[in-house]
């Protein structure tokens, strides 16, 4: 069955430190989003990208990178310069071209500080 | 620009009674929009989702949305609730132009008595 895979499921930051959530799709979807949710604010648009190669900011993109090297990967990179990062992070492709098809989600990361 | 609003934080109804969340939307055209549920800790599925045509639509687990464009609204609606209706709902309205970036409401929490 297609999907989206999100690993790992719980992830545990250090001070200083970056970590990288992976996101994998094989529905060959060309859109792909990142989501940060904390409780109370749904769903925040960290980054997205419409094809390989290419990805622009969402609105709260600072202490966040990502990258897309290929069509169903989509790594987000937590960097040091993100002084709050404990949230669920969820992962969402969408089939490019019109704009009446739905999101799918992975099953999120959670991420601690510890 | 599009927006979504969830006026229920929380919602609280017995097993057995009918539920209707409120979802409404601002949006310069004829939205694209979508109920997604989301149990703790995992993504979110979609429920149901509205492009054109009949404003009464029908989705999984029983459940069903009228669009009425005159009330800017697209409720959510279930006759008689489950305890494992229980869960997170967001409505959304889908991407506009170009940039393809769906608007996600706050969320509504449901909680089911027995």
């Known amino acids: 069955d297609g999907g989206i895979t999100q690993s790992p499921k719980y992830l545990f930051r250090k001070e200083g430190q970056n970590v990288t959530l992976s996101c994998e799709q094989n529905?060959?979807?060309?859109?792909m989003y990142w989501y940060r949710q904390d409780p109370g604010q749904g769903l925040r648009l960290i980054y997205y990208?419409?094809?390989?190669?290419?990805?622009q900011k969402g609105d709260i993109a600072e202490g966040y990178s990502v990258s897309r090297e290929k069509k169903e990967s989509f790594p987000l990179t937590v960097t040091s310069a993100q002084k709050n990062p404990t949230a669920f992070y969820l992962c969402a492709s969408r089939p490019g071209g019109s704009s009446n098809q739905p999101q799918h989600f992975g099953d999120g990361t959670r991420l601690s500080i510890l | 620009a599009q927006s979504v609003t969830q006026p229920d934080i929380h919602i609280t109804v017995s097993e057995g009674a009918s539920l209707e969340l409120r979802c409404n939307y601002s949006?310069?055209?004829?939205?694209?929009l979508f109920w997604y549920v989301q149990s703790p800790g995992q993504g979110l599925q979609l429920l149901l989702k509205?492009?054109?045509?009949?404003?009464l639509v029908q989705g999984i687990k029983g459940f069903e949305a009228e669009f009425k464009r005159s009330q800017s609204s697209f409720n959510l609606r279930k006759p008689s609730v489950h305890w494992s209706d229980a869960a997170e709902y967001f409505c959304a309205v889908g991407a506009t132009g170009g940039s393809y970036i769906p608007t996600f409401g706050r969320g509504t929490s449901l909680i089911v008595h027995p």
């Open positions: 949006y310069g055209a004829t939205p694209y």
């Open positions: 529905l060959n979807h060309d859109a």
């Open positions: 990208s419409q094809i390989v190669n290419d990805f």
């Open positions: 509205y492009f054109s045509g009949d404003t």
